[in-house]
C-alpha cells in the first residue's frame, strides 16, 4: 500500500515538473516571436484597410503616391492616418472604417451607435468613433503640421465606409471607385509642383508607394 502511495506520489509530481516545463516553453515561444493579440475590432479595421488600400491602387496614376499609417503630432496632439494620397492636384486623407451592422447618429456627434442583429434575432448594441469627426481633426493636424514645415498646401479628406452604411448624408463620405479617382484626380486649389510633392514625401514618407 505504501508503495502505491508512493508511485501516485511521485507520478504527480512528475505531472506538475511536466506542466511546469511545457509552461515555461510556451511563453519562451511566446516571447520570441511575432505573435500578437489583437481584439476582434483591430482585427476587423486591420482587414478593412487592406480592402480599402487595394481599392484605392487601382484608380492611381503614374506620378500618385500612396502613404500608409502615417503618424505625425502637432502642438502636442498626435493623429494616425489610415491612408494618404500626394500628387500633382493635392495632399488627400482617407479614413477608413469597416464598421459592420447599422449606424445611427449625426455628422457632429463625437460618437456613432452601431447596431447588429444576429441570425437568432438578439440585438447588439456598441458605441463606435464618428469617423467624419476623425477626418476633420486629422486635416487640420495636417495641414498645420506641414505649415509649420513652410508647406504651404490645402488638405482634404474623405471617409470610405466598407459597408456604405452611413447614417448621414455627406460630402466627406466616398463609397465608389470613380468618386475616389475624381476626388484625386480632379485640377483645382490644390496642385502641388515636383519640388512640393517630394517634400511632402520626405516629410510625411513612412510606408510610400509610387504608382
Known amino acids: 500500500m505504501e508503495l502505491k502511495w508512493a508511485v501516485i506520489a511521485m507520478t504527480g509530481i512528475l505531472l506538475a515538473v511536466l506542466c511546469i516545463w511545457l509552461a515555461a516553453v510556451f511563453i519562451k515561444w511566446l516571447s520570441s516571436s511575432d505573435w500578437t493579440f489583437e481584439?476582434?475590432?483591430k482585427r476587423?479595421?486591420?482587414y478593412g484597410e487592406e480592402i480599402a488600400v487595394e481599392?484605392?491602387?487601382?484608380?492611381?496614376?503614374?506620378?500618385?503616391?500612396?502613404?500608409?499609417?502615417?503618424?505625425?503630432?502637432?502642438?502636442?496632439?498626435?493623429?494616425?492616418?489610415?491612408c494618404i494620397i500626394v500628387n500633382k492636384f493635392g495632399i488627400f486623407i482617407f479614413e477608413i472604417k469597416n464598421y459592420s451592422g447599422q449606424l445611427v447618429g449625426n455628422?457632429?456627434?463625437?460618437e456613432w451607435q452601431k447596431i447588429k442583429v444576429t441570425d437568432s434575432g438578439n440585438i447588439y448594441s456598441?458605441?463606435?468613433?464618428?469617423?467624419?469627426?476623425?477626418?476633420k481633426r486629422q486635416v487640420y493636424l495636417l495641414a498645420h503640421y506641414l505649415q509649420c514645415h513652410r508647406i504651404k498646401v490645402w488638405v482634404e479628406g474623405y471617409v470610405i465606409?466598407?459597408?456604405?452604411?452611413?447614417?448621414?448624408?455627406?460630402?466627406?463620405?466616398?463609397?465608389?471607385?470613380?468618386d475616389i479617382d475624381r476626388a484625386i484626380h480632379t485640377k483645382g486649389k490644390n496642385d502641388l509642383p515636383p519640388k512640393a510633392i517630394e517634400q511632402v514625401i520626405t516629410l510625411l514618407q513612412q510606408d510610400v508607394s509610387q504608382s
Open 107 to 110: 455628422k457632429d456627434d463625437y
Open 39 to 41: 481584439s476582434a475590432s
Open 44 to 46: 476587423a479595421g486591420r
Open 161 to 178: 465606409l466598407l459597408h456604405q452604411n452611413s447614417p448621414v448624408d455627406s460630402g466627406y463620405i466616398i463609397s465608389s471607385l470613380s
Open 126 to 135: 456598441k458605441q463606435v468613433k464618428n469617423p467624419i469627426r476623425q477626418l
Open 55 to 82: 481599392m484605392i491602387s487601382r484608380v492611381l496614376w503614374k506620378g500618385d503616391y500612396l502613404l500608409r499609417n502615417t503618424e505625425i503630432t502637432f502642438d502636442g496632439k498626435q493623429a494616425e492616418m489610415d
